[in-house]
């Protein structure tokens, strides 16, 4: 026996240019967002955030700073505290020893880190949080990147200095010496602007319990999401306790579960693909993770559309919105991918939830199928339903939705065809108008042809 070991401890190099390859700049900016979040959740004493919770949030602000030279994220949510920095809030992975703080979105132990080297190579975090002597304390533990990874002997650690006090409690994060990418996303306008409807999306209920979130000073709005109600048109609200089957205690891995869906808006009147409809976009599942939206408007295999017994999305669907919202004292026990832009799919606790999300999306589908024979009395009853909030929806175990009476009506064809664009300019003009959709000159020449052809016989 030789008496050699075989190294395996990782390399910085790997913490740097790995962990950051999978991730977008959106989501890694998000990892920041979501740790003031957690803050300002700690400072208020960690209650869960569901529908019910009315925490008021207003005097939080989180504000995000960005232009292709430097990025910088600050908040007055209360601050790490000097022995979180010099205990864990530094290292790379959550340490097994540390007990999770309550309703965190936080879990892994990696998201400041990995966001801070995607941005850029120099790096300043600094805190002022108040001491348990009541003093206020600041410190700052700046990063150079590029000499850190010059000696790739441990030590690991960084330096912690003394710092001014921050206006208020809290954490502010700066980087410069931007990466190249990050510097052609950050300076781009069409970024930003995406960046702001994702946050208005993603945390409108921190949004909607009065959280601020500011991009280059102006404030973010949430995105109201809302459903219809009526007599006919009931939305479903049910909830549930579930358990991960994980190692852990019970109470480590207990999760509960709450399911709204139903009309957001009335379908289509027509699937035709040249047919303009107001887009498809906000409709589908959302999935919350402790109040954070991680999947938004799905459409796909993820939320189930397309797998087994279940048809895949089409626009005839348009108009359903389905949330389902887990919430875990012990956030490793959600079902959460590691960037926090998805679910992992083979958690036991999202496949229960999704076996409930496919009975309402398809009642949802039977109704669309059904209102196409009779879609003056579906419309008529569609729009007697009021605009609600999904924090307003009552308990109700299945989405209701109107019977609609069935209108004999003979069986349809659908033609579709295509023809030079100039010959059906000229046929739309000897019809009086060259502005004439398309689908009215087919109409038009079907309706020519058959009176000459068929009527007149
Ligand atoms: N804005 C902040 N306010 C207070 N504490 C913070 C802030 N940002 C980071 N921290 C502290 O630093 C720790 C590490 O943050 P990091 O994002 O790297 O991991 P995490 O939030 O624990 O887990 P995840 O990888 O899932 O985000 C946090 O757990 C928290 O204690
Ligand atoms: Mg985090």
């Given at each position: 026996m030789n008496n050699k070991t075989a190294k395996a401890y990782p390399t910085k190099t790997f913490f740097v240019t790995m962990i950051t390859r999978d991730i977008t700049f959106e989501d890694c900016i998000f990892d920041l967002i979501d740790n003031s979040v957690d803050g300002a959740s700690r400072s208020e004493?960690?209650?869960?955030?569901?529908?019910?919770?009315?925490?008021?949030?207003?005097?939080?602000?989180?504000?995000?700073?960005?232009?292709?030279?430097?990025?910088?994220?600050?908040?007055?949510?209360?601050?790490?505290?000097?022995?979180?920095?010099?205990?864990?809030?530094?290292?790379?992975?959550?340490?097994?020893?540390?007990?999770?703080?309550?309703?965190?979105?936080?879990?892994?132990?990696?998201?400041?880190?990995?966001?801070?080297?995607?941005?850029?190579?120099?790096?300043?975090?600094?805190?002022?949080?108040?001491?348990?002597?009541?003093?206020?304390?600041?410190?700052?533990?700046?990063?150079?990147?590029?000499?850190?990874?010059?000696?790739?002997?441990?030590?690991?650690?960084?330096?912690?200095?003394?710092?001014?006090?921050?206006?208020?409690?809290?954490v502010e994060v700066v980087v410069q010496k931007l990466t190249r990418e990050a510097q052609t996303a950050l300076g781009n306008p069409g970024f930003i602007e995406n960046l702001r409807r994702m946050i208005a999306r993603d945390y409108s209920l921190y949004l909607k319990r009065g959280l601020n979130i500011?991009?280059?000073?102006?404030?973010?709005?949430?995105?109201?999401?809302?459903?219809?109600?009526?007599?006919?048109?009931?939305?479903?609200?049910?909830?549930?306790?579930?358990?991960?089957?994980?190692?852990?205690?019970?109470?480590?891995?207990?999760?509960?579960?709450?399911?709204?869906?139903?009309?957001?808006?009335?379908?289509?009147?027509?699937?035709?693909?040249?047919e303009k409809i107001d887009g498809e976009k906000g409709f589908g599942w959302y999935v919350v993770c402790n109040g954070r939206i991680v999947l938004a408007a799905d459409k796909s295999a993820v939320s189930g559309w397309g797998t087994s017994d279940w048809p895949q999305w089409h626009r005839q669907y348009t108009g359903f919105i389905g949330i389902v919202l887990f919430t875990a004292s012990n956030?490793?026990?959600?079902?959460?991918?590691?960037?926090?832009?998805?679910?992992?799919?083979?958690s036991n606790i999202f496949i229960g939830a999704r076996l409930r999300m496919r009975d309402a999306s398809k009642r949802w589908i039977a109704y669309t199928n059904a209102r196409k024979y009779n879609l003056a009395n579906a419309k008529k009853k569609e729009d007697k339903a009021a605009v609600i909030s999904i924090q307003n929806v009552e308990n109700q175990p299945t989405i209701q939705l109107p019977m609609?009476?069935?209108?004999?009506?003979?069986?349809?064809?659908?033609?579709?065809?295509?023809?030079?664009?100039?010959?059906?300019?000229?046929?739309?003009?000897?019809?009086?108008?060259?502005?004439?959709?398309?689908?009215?000159?087919?109409?038009?020449?079907?309706?020519?042809?058959?009176?000459?052809l068929v009527e007149d016989e």
């Open positions: 004493g960690k209650h869960p955030i569901n529908l019910d919770n009315r925490a008021d949030l207003s005097k939080y602000r989180i504000s995000i700073v960005a232009s292709s030279d430097k990025f910088s994220i600050t908040d007055n949510c209360g601050g790490m505290t000097l022995n979180d920095a010099a205990d864990h809030a530094f290292s790379f992975g959550r340490r097994a020893s540390k007990a999770y703080d309550a309703y965190s979105i936080g879990v892994y132990g990696i998201g400041m880190k990995r966001a801070a080297f995607k941005l850029g190579r120099r790096i300043n975090v600094r805190s002022t949080f108040t001491d348990t002597d009541d003093s206020r304390t600041t410190f700052a533990v700046p990063i150079d990147v590029t000499e850190w990874l010059s000696n790739d002997d441990p030590l690991w650690d960084f330096d912690i200095d003394d710092a001014e006090h921050l206006d208020e409690n809290g500011l991009i280059n000073n102006q404030v973010i709005k949430g995105m109201p999401i809302e459903l219809r109600k009526s007599d006919d048109i009931v939305p479903m609200r049910d909830n549930y306790e579930d358990e991960l089957e994980d190692e852990g205690s019970p109470e480590d891995n207990r999760v509960s579960v709450e399911i709204i869906a139903g009309m957001a808006a009335p379908p289509p009147e027509s699937t035709e693909p040249d956030a490793a026990a959600l079902p959460l991918t590691t960037t926090k832009r998805s679910v992992d799919v083979s609609i009476p069935k209108k004999r009506i003979e069986r349809r064809a659908n033609v579709h065809y295509s023809v030079p664009v100039s010959k059906m300019k000229q046929l739309a003009k000897g019809f009086g108008s060259i502005q004439m959709p398309y689908r009215e000159v087919g109409l038009k020449s079907f309706e020519y042809a058959y009176e000459d």
